[in-house]
């Protein structure tokens, strides 16, 4: 079952990779700190809406010290267009202070210790791992587990469960590309509702071709 599963995600990821061969993250960022917050916003948020705030926030709010030392309130006001922004102002602060406190004003570049900090899960850290310092590592959004499970790579629906499934038969080095281009092709192809099966690049690797499984 397993070299199965290995075989047809093997397929999966080359005829992905000749879809879109250059990947990378959508979010705008300049360093590690920023990618991290910019993730941490981009919870039910669209990158392009998280793209509009960055600008203004990281011109006001510089480092983690900035952000540890702010009033709350004004970074509700910033975060506020990217939604559940009281919940993500307190987050972000409470991690910048995380990082002032345990690791010198810098971000982990360790999977442990990222989800170590508030507001931070398996899927913000691999985020910030794989853009920000290279480091291989599967990213499960709500694209990467759908898909997953209309391929039958996984029949988990649990995000942490889908990334080990999918570790298990995805080449490391490629752990971080395959995640964004199942995000690209979630939002070109196999969206949520009504995915665009016939025009689909993938459908002769589908089982489910002609249906709309969830």
Sequence with gaps: MTLNLRRRADRVRKTLRSLYPEVKPQ??????FELLVATILSAQCTDQQVNRVTPTLFEELRSPRDFAHAPRRRIE????????YRNKAKSIQNCAVALLENHAGEVPDNLEKLVQ????GRKTANVV??????????VVDTHVGRIS??????????????????????????WSDFSLRLIFFGRQFCTARKPKCPDC??????????????
């Design 27 to 32: 979010l705008f960022y300049r360093n590690p």
């Design 149 to 174: 499970r209309r391929l039958e790579l996984t029949r988990n629906g649990d995000p942490v469960k889908v990334e080990l499934d999918l570790m298990h038969i995805v080449p490391r080095r490629d």
């Design 129 to 138: 791992l794989g853009a920000a310092f290279n480091k291989p590592g599967i």
């Design 201 to 214: 690049p993938l459908k002769r690797l589908c089982p489910f071709p002609d249906k709309t499984p969830g």
């Design 77 to 84: 006001e910033l975060v506020r267009p990217t939604g559940f």
């Design 117 to 120: 900090l508030p507001g931070v």
